[in-house]
């Protein structure tokens, strides 16, 4: 599959697209745990509250979404199925979750890493 700079930045964007979808189903998750273990305290939740955490795991999850979705694309030639009609290429529902997947998964992974290879 050879494809144009255009077909790579179209590649990018859907990846973090679909990657940033996934992390926010894990920051939704996240969110909800604080606000059981912090009740009905606003001033608690606020202290637990890590904002710099949360626009760091929506980076990680664009970053695992572009990685994995490329990936996928180019090693494996995934995810697309031809158009019968016209030709053009149309994305499979299954590899669209996937890549959501991966920006949830992914995003725990490249955290973990961070942390265990960058010091504060």
Do not use: C
Not at 31 to 50: N, R
Not at 62 to 89: H, Q, R, W, Y
Not at 96 to 120: C, N, Q, R, W
């Amino acid at each position: 599959m050879t494809l144009t700079p255009l077909d790579w930045i179209t590649l990018a964007a859907l990846g973090a697209g679909f990657g940033i979808l996934g992390q926010l189903i894990r920051i939704a998750v996240g969110i909800h745990k604080l606000q059981q273990s912090t009740g009905s305290d606003p001033a608690a939740f606020k202290h637990e509250f890590d904002s710099i955490k949360l626009w760091l795991s929506l980076l990680f999850g664009i970053l695992a979404g572009v990685a994995s979705l490329i990936g996928m694309t180019i090693l494996k030639g995934e995810g697309f199925i031809p158009n019968p009609a016209d030709g053009a290429l149309k994305l499979d529902g299954e590899f669209i979750l996937t890549i959501m997947a991966a920006g949830y998964a992914g995003a725990d992974f490249i955290e973990g890493f961070v942390k265990s290879h960058v010091k504060p």
